[in-house]
């Protein structure tokens, strides 16, 4: 038969408990004061002795730092996006109202000037409650529960499986925090306890600290919450989401109630502040402060991009965890290169150039980037679609960026067409050729073993199978200046160029100033543009919308490359500066061979895009692939270069004829027969760059090298005088020629009647890469 057990040491009953309350607070001291702690509860320790049990633990305890949201904030010092896991923003105790401070005193620790971080009479008082009804009544001071929430804050930094939440504390938790409040009262005055508990403890959902929780439900600073919110915000504090006013305003304001009934019985309050108080409705006027990148609205893109930037470098932690800690917990304030006003102009070009809730834009998408000649800050970084999961209902919302690589967050860009076509330029100025010179683009199929001079390649040469890379326009087979063949983007002049030069000039120009293909053949991930294949040469590469806005920048700095850029600063909260990559610019091209060639490329954007919409001197190049999924306009002042871009994302693939937008319907309406970059991309640049170039320096792009003045012919003789007329004859046919191919390629460019130079061809190139570029445009 079990012996019985004694009523005095029987922890089920209610004279047992107040016995093993006295017993233990006898033991334990001071301390120890206010725990009920059972005999088992000793033992389980394995200690003896109350004496044991504290002098066992440490007399204080590491305090690590206290969450902080970081913040995003544009070139201007405006605010971009917030990251948090939990929603704080300190301040320091003369900015908290009054009126909060004796709310929370009164009803959280009415003693709290009075004791030593202990409070014997508020034990004693919920011993006896807690022993006599059902109910539980808490006794922990306001000291207590700071050093709580401190514990907490600790296990959660370090990642650590032990809990000391409410609710899961067993005794060595309680008489450790006994013995840690104590300690905190010798290291703190009781206003920086009070401060340090304000700014820590949790008010609602992710909503840390009064200042936040001020901002959250009243939208006003902690400084100016008057009586009644102070009130409110103080109940909220034993149970913040069943107090919540939002979802449970009976119950807040019945909370709210006692609270002010705490105050005017303690003497925080007047009986008039009291009964105005508490005949006053709730007031809630609550904000949001969302975290992340969905909440940057128009700036989300960018936002995005900052973030990958953030969580793939080491200079913010060894590992990405150690990196989402700091961006989610370390307060920095991380400053960048965003005109955050311009982003918004070109979010909503982009939206205007391809509606992103039309029913008939599914996978038909809209890109703008822009960034600045001579620092490669990242000017703005916008697209038409909303930055948010994708909807089954809308294809307008996506996480993916346009503009950037896959790593950071991007589709991997898209072919550039005939935005390649001035490398190859360069590199006939490069092999001392000029811009007057003639071509002669008669040649339309390049056979089988066709030899490519390709310095870097084994053998010093490539070949090709067979290549018809076509143009749009008959009447462009012919001789004709280099000039006049990138004007109007003719393929053959630009292949013809890429046969008298070294295939590895052309890569090297792009790979030099940025330009990397995001998805070559033959390797997991991105290179450097490949000159084996010579069909690179009219745009077979997939390049990046921000790539493209920084290569061409080069050309409006007179050669001089700039890396871009998109981060100027990081500090944390404690002052901590961390290393960001500063602005990097290199000459890379020559730059009388840029000014050359800005020659062309000012008349493309002056003549056949802009046409007088854009203040100049302006300058780009159209670009577009078969069948239109990828088009591009790139163009530039001295002040901002911004690359234009409009296709499809999933339907890429220009083998399937399906994808192509040449017809389809877009926006909506029925496009035009012949879709390229003057239908879509090149109206959204003018658009968008009509009012940007207006905020930056717009200079000369330099001098053009001048053709030699021919030298006067001899006088014929007698019987040459009928071989000269004749010649004079062809001379002006070949003329006519031209301006008859001229007029017939801007009526039939894209079928709009708005003229590409030469529209789009169907040639079928049979290189064993992947197909080609083969617009004119």
Sequence with gaps: ?????????????????????????????????????????????????GNNIVSALPSTFEKLPIPEPSNVLDSEGKLIATFYEQNRDPVDLEDISPYMRKAIVSVEDE???????????????????????????????????????????????????????????????????????VAIEKEMSKDEILEGYLNLVLFSGREYGVQAAAQRFFSVDAKDLNLQQSAMLAGMVQLPNVYNPLKNPERSLDRRNKVLGNMYRTGAI???????????????????????????????????????????????????EDRENLLFRGGMTIKTTLNSALNKQAAKDAREAIDPNAKSNEDIYSSLVSVEPGTGNILTMAQNTTYAPKSEETGSRTFYNFAVESRLGGAGGFQGGSTMKPFTTLAWLDE???????INAKKELFTA????????????????????????????????????????SINSATVQEAKKVDLCTIADYATKIGLIDQKPVGSEGPAPINPANPSFVIGTASVTPLAQAAAFAT??????????????????????????????????????????????????????????????????????????????????????SSAAWVGRLKGQGEEEKKNWLHGKMINDERAPKMVDSSTYAAPLWVDFMSKAVQQYERNSFGSVSKAPKPKPAPKPKEDDEDKEEDSKKEDSENEDSKESDDDKSEATGNGNGNGNGNGQNNSKPTTPAKPGDDSDD
């Design 270 to 320: 007047t009986k008039k502040e009291y009964d105005k108080a508490v005949k006053s409705d709730l007031g809630e006027d609550p904000s949001s402060s969302a975290s992340g990148c969905m909440a940057a609205k128009d700036d989300g893109y960018f936002c995005d991009y900052i973030t990958n930037l953030i969580l793939k470098d080491k200079n913010f932690g060894k590992t990405k």
């Design 111 to 181: 003693r709290f000037y009075e004791h030593s971080g202990i409070d014997p009479k508020g034990i004693a008082r919920a011993v006896i409650s807690n022993a006599t009804s059902s109910s539980r009544s808490g006794a922990s001071t306001l000291t207590q529960q700071y050093v709580n929430n401190l514990l907490v804050n600790n296990q959660i930094l370090t990642g650590s499986d032990e809990s000391t939440v409410s609710g899961s504390k067993d005794y060595s938790d309680k008489i450790r925090e006994l013995k840690y409040a």
């Design 555 to 640: 050309f409006a700095n007179k050669g001089e490359y700039c890396e871009p850029r998109a981060i100027t600063s990081v500090v944390d909260k404690d002052g901590t500066k961390y290393k960001v990559p500063k602005q990097n610019c290199s000459q890379q091209i020559n730059p009388q061979y840029v000014a050359d060639l800005n020659g062309t490329l000012k008349k493309i954007a002056t003549n056949r895009v802009s046409k007088g919409q854009v203040a100049g001197p302006i300058a780009g190049k159209t670009g577009t692939n078969n069948g239109a999924t990828s088009t591009w306009f790139v163009g530039y002042s001295t002040g901002i």
């Design 1 to 49: 038969m079990a012996a019985k057990k004694s009523p005095f040491f029987d922890t089920a009953t209610t004279l047992g408990k107040i016995v093993a309350f006295f017993g233990i607070s006898a033991l334990c001291g001071v301390l120890a004061a206010g725990m009920l702690v059972p005999v088992a509860a000793i033992a389980k320790t394995g200690l003896t002795t």
């Design 432 to 438: 001392g050729n000029h811009m007057y010179d003639k």
């Design 449 to 488: 073993g066709d030899k490519w001079r390709a310095s870097c390649l084994p053998g010093g040469q490539t070949y090709t199978a067979k290549w018809e890379p076509k143009n749009a326009s008959r009447g462009f087979y012919r001789t004709m200046t280099v000039d006049t063949g990138l004007y109007w």
